[in-house]
């Protein structure tokens, strides 16, 4: 029984790891300073990821216990409080990331490093992370979900999503980094 549970959790998160992977194995092919950009991007959402999960783990202790003993009102009160806590993070996230993004970004950059073109690499970056700011609110509130998912013992559905995703993200990847299909490079 464990293994049915832990076995899709697994799965998702390297489909979620898997994710940046493919951006930066994807973007490199166009360049050292746009890989580099996308791989410190990365890095912030990761930490990002980290506080989203964070934040949902606490109460999903809570939704565990409520759906084991069949209080459904105790559940429906975790979900609305990850909500409400994921809400407060993708606020911070946005707030920090607005305010703080490319100080943050340079944070991960040297000037000394002479192969690499520093404003046009900062240039990147800003932009990689205007884009992944869009994708900050979905993901916020399907990281709440699919916890509350994954604590009622539903664990296919939340990794299905996952493949489905990754596997839209590729094909988007695909067309918008390359140019395929008359979109722009």
Do not use: W
């Not at 305010?99 to 900062?122: H, P």
């Amino acid at each position: 029984y464990v293994a049915k549970i832990a076995i899709p959790i697994v799965i998702q998160n390297m489909i979620t790891n898997f994710v940046s992977l493919l951006d930066n194995i994807m973007v490199g092919g166009i360049g050292t300073e746009q890989m580099t950009g996308v791989a410190i991007v990365n890095q912030l959402m990761f930490v990002f990821n980290l506080a989203m999960f964070g934040a949902v783990s606490g109460p999903g202790i809570f939704t565990a216990q409520y759906y084991g003993k069949g209080d459904n009102e105790g559940v429906r009160h975790t979900m609305r409080f990850k909500i409400m806590i994921s809400a407060l993070i993708l606020a911070a996230g946005f707030l920090v990331f607005e305010l703080f993004g490319a100080s943050l970004i340079e944070l991960f950059m040297t000037e000394t490093d002479v192969s690499l073109d520093y404003g046009a690499t900062l240039q990147y970056a800003e932009d990689y992370l205007a884009v992944m700011l869009i994708g900050l609110v979905p993901f916020t509130f399907s990281t709440a979900y699919s916890g509350t998912l994954r604590e009622t013992g539903q664990t296919r559905v939340p990794m299905i999503a996952g493949i489905v995703a990754t596997l839209i993200n590729l094909g988007l990847n695909y067309v918008l980094i390359f140019g395929h299909f008359g979109a722009p490079r």
